[in-house]
């Protein structure tokens, strides 16, 4: 309940970025219409183009001033700890070519190498619960290099797997914190 709080006021909040779009020249107080467009793009996550299916949740509203590390705002190329794992674990190529990027094919392989190592998003948590185990999960909603929004989505796939948030309540808990940047 607690997260499904939370998400709703950071999720509920309609800004469009379009409101500090340029009305003239380009400057440090506006973006370009393209500038616009990529941040909304950052909001809403990357898409697959052909199924129209969300890869990956997008940026929640909060993290902009850590954009710049963190989704490669201040450069067109994508943070090399990204593309590193796709050269040397995903495709074993260190001259791998992030613009040569299949969303079909490589999306498939990159979730089959990996085998939840990376991309830990298995919801299977009933043995350890079983076990007696507890989770505290934290996710700072200022996030620029971990979408907060996937913390919720993985809270709600484990609650879903286990027959619903009522299920977690003595054993799994996620504080989702209003300003806090990636474990900071």
Not at 57 to 80: H, K, Q, R, S, Y
Not at 106 to 133: E, H, Q, Y
Request: aromatic share 10%; charged share 20%.
């Amino acid at each position: 309940a607690t997260s499904a709080m939370c998400e709703s006021h950071v999720t509920g909040c309609q800004f469009d970025p379009r409101v500090v779009e340029c009305k003239g020249e380009d400057g440090p107080n506006c973006l370009t219409a393209p500038q616009v467009d990529a941040v909304r793009k950052i909001y809403s996550g990357p898409v697959n183009p052909r199924p129209k299916e969300v890869v990956y949740p997008g940026m929640a509203l909060g993290g902009e001033l850590g954009w710049a590390t963190g989704v490669g705002a201040v450069t067109p190329e994508p943070m090399p700890l990204a593309t590193g794992i796709f050269k040397f674990v995903v495709f074993k190529d260190p001259n791998w070519d992030y613009k040569t990027y299949d969303f079909d094919r490589d999306t498939t392989l990159s979730d089959k190498v990996d085998g939840g190592t990376v991309n830990a998003i298995d919801p299977s948590l009933g043995c350890f619960f079983n076990r007696g185990g507890k989770l505290l999960q934290y996710h700072g909603w200022a996030d620029p290099g971990i979408s907060p929004l996937n913390s919720i989505t993985y809270y709600k796939g484990v609650a879903d797997k286990l027959g619903g948030v009522s299920k977690l309540e003595d054993k799994y808990r996620l504080f989702m914190l209003p300003g806090m940047n990636h474990c900071r």
